[in-house]
């Protein structure tokens, strides 16, 4: 989606296990949800 | 409702603010993602910058990854922080641009922005401000900010497309966003995503 509105150079870091030990570990795991960092730029 | 969304977004947004009035009022209650500085060690912000700040203005955050750990931000950047919470992001980002750059916190819920308004005055930080919005409509000027940052706030707006086209509009030519946001690498039934309480369970 980023790209479709136009960023460019779009980046994505490494997963994050944002659920793990919380109490939304189990449906997390089940559809393997993680936390993600995001970049993109505006062209100039 | 527009026929291409999954829900209502009135009524999404009306789910989100009360699951979050909850993380801003009772922070230490029960939820199904970590916060505070569990959450943030969690996610590999600086302790540097996280030790340094007092309580309030960390217990209520609720981020989903680091929006810093792709490209630390500058000196002197003029920052939009696009649903900020109780103001977490906003601290780390006005400690990395300075006294020269500018950051702006962007929530809906006025017990949020209480908060962090309140945090930002004990920690004296005269870079930061907080504003009432949405991220589907921001209130900053076009063109204004050089970095947008977000954390977890997208996945729970109903149409991400104009939430994305409202950080363009504030970003200036060769800004940047950098966002934190949760991705499934399994799908999730169209039912679950049609029911607006598992958007925020």
Wanted: with cysteine.
């Amino acid at each position: 989606m980023m790209e479709e509105i136009g960023f460019v150079d779009v980046q994505v870091g490494a997963p994050a296990d944002t659920f793990g030990g919380a109490s939304g570990e189990k449906n997390a795991r089940k559809f393997e949800v993680y936390g993600y960092p995001f970049m993109g730029h505006k062209p100039k | 409702m527009s026929a291409e969304l999954p829900v209502d977004p009135v009524a999404l947004r009306e789910e989100v603010k009360s699951k979050y009035r909850e993380v801003a009022t009772n922070p230490h209650g029960e939820y199904h993602f970590h916060t505070g500085r569990m959450a943030a060690k969690k996610l590999g912000y600086d302790a540097a910058l996280v030790d340094r700040m007092p309580d309030q203005a960390v217990e209520s955050f609720a981020g989903v990854a680091n929006p810093f750990s792709l490209r630390p931000l500058q000196k002197g950047e003029k920052v939009v922080d696009a649903g900020s919470g109780a103001g977490f992001d906003c601290f780390i980002a006005a400690q990395l641009v300075g006294s020269t750059g500018r950051v702006v916190g962007v929530d809906m819920l006025s017990e949020m922005l209480e908060k962090s308004r309140a945090s930002a005055k004990r920690l004296e930080l005269d870079n930061v401000e907080f504003r009432e919005g949405i991220i589907e409509k921001i209130p900053v000027p076009d063109g204004w900010a050089d970095v947008v940052i977000s954390n977890g706030v997208i996945n729970l707006c109903a149409d991400k497309k104009q939430a994305m086209q409202e950080i363009w509009r504030v970003l200036k030519p060769g800004g940047r966003l950098q966002f934190a946001d949760i991705a499934n690498g399994k799908p999730v039934p169209s039912s679950a995503l049609r029911n607006i309480d598992l958007w925020t369970a």
